[in-house]
T-cell receptor, first 111, second 118 residues
Framework: SQQGEEDPQALSIQEGENATMNCSYK?????LQWYRQNSGRGLVHLIL?????REKHSGRLRVTLDTSKKSSSLLITASRAADTASYFC???????????FGTGTRLLVSP | GAVVSQHPSRVICKSGTSVKIECRSL??????MFWYRQFPKKSLMLMAT?????????EQGVEKDKFLINHASLTLSTLTVTSAHPEDSSFYIC??????????????FGPGTRLTVL
């Protein structure tokens, strides 16, 4: 399977704390994307990092990419209860026109 | 931002019936749309890639005769689950890829359709 792995599977933190999620993948990529999904809803695109980039920021989000280790991390700083959701990484595989999603991390932020 | 809609949002049907799910890109043309399936608390699994005006490309293990895909226009793709069975119950999500060069880049996702087969 080409599917990536994410860890942790679940993460429970308090408001104000930082949340870090990791994603590992198996093959060469054009880019890696992070998506958020609220329960029973569609996906919302958060951030895209290209294979030649190492770090990217967007508001409270910070994404890193290490292509030598085939891994990425998503950091959410100063978390809020509204950040409670599932977060998925998705890789745009080189040579294929499709996204492969990771297994996801369920984040619970308690007030 | 780009909007993708799905209809219906929720459907309950009896075993043996067929169900059609529509995916529309509302403010852009999508030469390529994707259909995913998601089981509870699981990740999205790509079922097929739908290309306007040509046959869909199915992922390994997905029965093309059971999951019929039609991409008749640049703004509409449909997924028909034929002779549905309880094991087909799932959350089906589509996404649309605006035409661009050099890879998939960002896809725009629909809100999903919850299918329950009794």
């Amino acid at each position: 399977s080409q599917q990536g792995e994410e860890d942790p599977q679940a993460l429970s933190i308090q408001e104000g704390e930082n949340a870090t999620m990791n994603c590992s993948y198996k093959t060469s990529i054009n880019n890696l994307q992070w998506y958020r999904q609220n329960s029973g809803r569609g996906l919302v695109h958060l951030i895209l990092i290209r294979s030649n980039e190492r770090e990217k920021h967007s508001g409270r989000l910070r994404v890193t990419l290490d292509t030598s280790k085939k891994s990425s991390s998503l950091l959410i700083t100063a978390s809020r209860a509204a950040d409670t959701a599932s977060y998925f990484c998705a890789t745009d595989l080189a040579g294929f026109q499709k996204l492969v999603f990771g297994t996801g991390t369920r984040l619970l932020v308690s007030p | 931002g780009a909007v993708v809609s799905q209809h219906p949002s929720r459907v309950i049907c009896k075993s043996g019936t067929s169900v059609k799910i529509e995916c529309r890109s509302l403010d852009f043309q999508a030469t390529t749309m994707f259909w995913y399936r998601q089981f509870p608390k699981k990740s999205l699994m790509l079922m097929a890639t739908s290309n306007e005006g040509s046959k869909a490309t199915y992922e390994q293990g997905v029965e093309k005769d059971k999951f019929l895909i039609n991409h008749a226009s640049l703004t509409l793709s449909t997924l028909t689950v034929t002779s549905a069975h309880p094991e087909d119950s799932s959350f089906y999500i589509c996404s649309a890829d605006p035409p661009r060069a050099g890879g998939t880049d960002t896809q725009y996702f629909g809100p999903g359709t919850r299918l329950t087969v009794l």
